[in-house]
């Protein structure tokens, strides 16, 4: 359970790893948090996403009925459809933390970023898409790009909160009529860590200070 005034989905976040990209804490202070998840079947597969800010306001909820043609594909255009909802309603500068059950994704994701920051525009290992999805991922690609930062996570399937909207999407359609909503993050309070403690602070105003 989230603690109050945080987002259940950065605590999902910061529990998380984050392929190929070290995971400090500073890297936990995302404006918003977006989940997505995809599923496929035979008789017609789903789309779901959840979208925070960080101090734990529902930004959006989406639950929608596709027809991938595997769950593979599936992943790659619920996570499109995440980011292109995000990115309706998050100013540019937003730093962005995406919560995948998906392996492969979260590695290309994350590869895909640290491309971008390299001077030669080399990601730490190969980038390998399934072919019915390189228009999504060209689509998740500038939707990545379109953001201040952006870091995936990857979590376990039964964490996560946009399964059950992909799974039954037809269940879960009133989602889809929630108001929308173009919400920014309050301001965190300063933490401990970005002053130095008053007995260091105070050393410079006379006399000595005890550490």
Request: charge should be neutral.
């Amino acid at each position: 359970m989230a603690a109050h005034g945080r987002s259940a989905l950065r605590d999902l976040f910061d529990e998380s790893p984050t392929p190929h990209i070290a995971h400090p804490p500073r890297t936990h202070h995302r404006d918003f948090y977006v989940a997505t998840d995809g599923s496929f079947r035979k008789a017609g597969g789903g789309l779901g996403a959840v979208i925070e800010t960080r101090d734990g306001t529902r930004v959006a909820r989406v639950a929608t009925t596709d027809t991938p043609p595997d769950n593979n594909v599936a992943e790659y255009r619920a996570l499109h459809l995440g980011l292109d909802v995000l990115a309706a309603r998050a100013p540019r500068d937003a730093r962005v933390g995406v919560l995948i059950d998906h392996d492969a994704l979260a590695s290309n994701v994350n590869s895909a970023i640290l491309a971008t920051n390299h001077p030669d525009g080399k990601a730490p290992r190969p980038i390998s898409v399934p072919s019915a999805t390189r228009y999504h991922w060209r689509g998740i690609q500038a939707r990545l790009n379109g953001f201040g930062e952006v870091r995936a996570a990857r979590i376990d399937s039964d964490q996560n909160p946009a399964h059950p909207l992909a799974n039954a999407p037809n269940q879960y359609r009133h989602v889809n009529r929630e108001p929308d909503r173009c919400v920014l993050p309050e301001t965190p309070e300063p933490t401990a860590t970005e002053f130095p403690p008053p007995s260091r602070a105070n050393r410079n105003s006379g006399g000595r200070a005890s550490d």
